[in-house]
């Protein structure tokens, strides 16, 4: 006898924390997995994926509208919009190889044009000036954070240290980028000037891994993931 369990049920509940409140406010509860929300650079919308596709909702609720990724139609949660709010940039699971690369496309939808030369290429930075993506990829088995021109040119290799490198995000002063690698054991977050140099570890918790550091627009705060150990 075939026994075929029914698709587990996932309910996704959208919320925006107030750090000056610390309180939660509810947006929207979906009947499916969303991920990433993003803002938009007027704060005025909420940008996040579902399926494969990009969706965005006003940052007061209502009914979520579809932009139009073209053939990007394997988006995975790592995208972002530009600091002029007038693109938006992607990763999009490619065919034949089925990995990550990263495309550039209008805020409002359109046609994506593809930035990074290889894959798999996972988005995580858009430079405050708009002229370059920091991303982590894996090339020739070592995932590292690498800094690129919006124009696919000039791919830089900027850790090189083994084991997992991830997660780099630019400060607002576009003087840094924040970063997570487990060079000394745990996840820990770290920070290196855009050029790669200086690098410098900036938590050290001994009881959790810490991942995915993002910059306040002030650059006064960090906010993070942080896993207990095991």
């Given at each position: 006898m075939n026994y075929n369990p029914e698709p587990e049920k996932v309910t996704s509940i959208l919320e925006i924390f107030d750090i000056s409140t610390n309180k939660s406010i509810l947006i929207k509860e979906f009947p499916y997995l969303i991920e990433a929300p993003d803002w938009t650079s007027d704060g005025k919308w909420l940008i996040y994926n579902?399926?494969?596709?990009?969706?965005k909702?006003?940052?007061?609720?209502?009914?979520?509208?579809?932009?139009?990724?073209?053939?990007?139609?394997?988006?995975?949660?790592d995208h972002l919009v530009s600091p002029d709010g007038k693109?938006?940039?992607v990763s999009?699971?490619?065919?034949?190889?089925?990995?990550?690369?990263?495309?550039?496309l209008p805020a409002e939808g359109g046609t994506p044009r593809q930035v990074t030369p290889s894959a798999p290429s996972y988005l995580h930075?858009?430079?405050?000036?708009?002229?370059?993506?920091?991303?982590?990829?894996?090339?020739?088995?070592?995932?590292?954070?690498?800094?690129?021109?919006?124009?696919?040119?000039n791919e830089t290799r900027l850790t090189f240290s083994e084991g997992l490198n991830d997660g780099p995000e630019y400060t607002p002063d576009g003087k840094y980028?924040?970063?997570?690698s487990v060079r000394t054991g745990l996840m820990q977050l770290w920070r290196?000037?855009?050029?790669?140099?200086?690098?410098?570890?900036?938590?050290?918790?001994?009881?959790?891994?810490?991942?995915?550091?993002?910059?306040?627009?002030?650059?006064k705060h960090v906010v993070y993931i942080a896993y207990k150990k095991g």
């Open positions: 579902s399926e494969g596709l990009i969706y909702l006003s940052a007061s609720g209502g009914e979520p509208q579809l932009i139009d990724t073209g053939f990007a139609n394997q988006c995975n949660n693109s938006l940039a999009h699971r490619s065919l034949p190889q089925g990995r990550p690369t990263v495309f550039i930075g858009w430079s405050p000036d708009g002229k370059s993506l920091t991303y982590c990829a894996n090339r020739e088995g070592e995932m590292d954070v690498y800094t690129i021109n919006i124009d696919g040119t980028i924040w970063f997570n290196m000037k855009t050029d790669g140099s200086e690098q410098t570890q900036m938590t050290f918790d001994e009881d959790s891994n810490s991942w995915f550091p993002h910059i306040s627009p002030d650059g």
